[in-house]
């Protein structure tokens, strides 16, 4: 079973310009979530979708931020403008989603390193 | 406001040792807790998990304790090998919050060969 997947792996752009990364869930997966990772911390959650709907989204600076998952698939998220506190790894994850009373396992993918200079 | 205190921040421990990790919950809804491994590039993959109604869980040589009144687990890691060097993270989660997770601030722990 193919796992999540994410691109690109590095970025590094300058200050004020824009971003966006893409995921790819394991085929079948319901939820989808965006994490942050700062050097040196846990992954901190961004936004979870279920399907295409927003779950939450109540951590996601949406002044730069945004996401999206049409057709309840692949899911990208972009910043604009970037600062250089963005830099981090973005993390997508996924699982069954069997609902909130449920432990679904969530899946990591690879990550997205980034670099705002 | 930090949920979950992880502690230590670093562990090196000989091949052959027992590595400890401990975590403190702080928020009493949570009732899911998984430990994550995360190897450099890589995401995080979950290596155990327990819920509040068992206080030990094995699963080869890995143990979670998990001690419901005090709100505290521990990862125990038998005969540690230098492959088990990565970054490990304690995490909760509750019912109602669309089981989002919780993370604690990753404990990097070296074996030494």
């Known amino acids: 079973e193919a796992g999540v997947a994410q691109s690109p792996r590095y970025k590094i752009i300058e200050k004020r310009q824009s971003v966006a990364f893409w995921c790819n869930p394991i085929s079948g997966h319901a939820t989808l979530y965006w994490y942050q990772q700062i050097l040196g911390q846990g992954p901190k959650l961004l936004i979870q979708f279920q399907n295409n709907g927003v779950v939450d989204d109540s951590q996601l600076p949406k002044d730069r931020f945004s996401a999206e998952r049409l057709k309840g698939v692949d899911s990208t998220l972009k910043i604009q403008p970037a600062k250089l506190e963005d830099s981090a790894v973005y993390l997508c994850?996924?699982?069954?989603?069997?609902?909130?009373?449920?432990?679904?396992?969530?899946?990591f993918g690879p990550g997205t390193r980034l670099t705002v200079l | 406001q930090q949920q979950v205190k992880q502690s230590p921040q670093s562990l090196i421990v000989q091949k052959g040792g027992i590595s400890i990790i401990n975590c403190a919950y702080e928020n009493t809804a949570f009732d899911y807790f998984p430990w994550y491994q995360q190897f450099p590039g890589k995401g995080p993959a979950l290596l155990i998990a327990?819920?509040?109604?068992?206080s030990e869980k094995k699963e080869g040589r890995f143990t979670i304790s998990f001690n419901k009144s005090a709100k505290q687990s521990s990862l125990h890691i038998m005969d540690s090998q230098p492959g088990d060097s990565a970054t490990y993270f304690c995490?909760?989660?509750?019912?109602?919050?669309?089981?989002?997770?919780?993370f604690g601030s990753g404990t990097q722990l070296t074996v030494l060969p």
């Open positions: 327990i819920r509040p109604d068992v």
């Open positions: 995490a909760a989660s509750r019912s109602g919050s669309a089981r989002q997770l919780t």
């Open positions: 994850a996924s699982s069954g989603g069997g609902g909130a009373s449920s432990y679904n396992e969530q899946f």
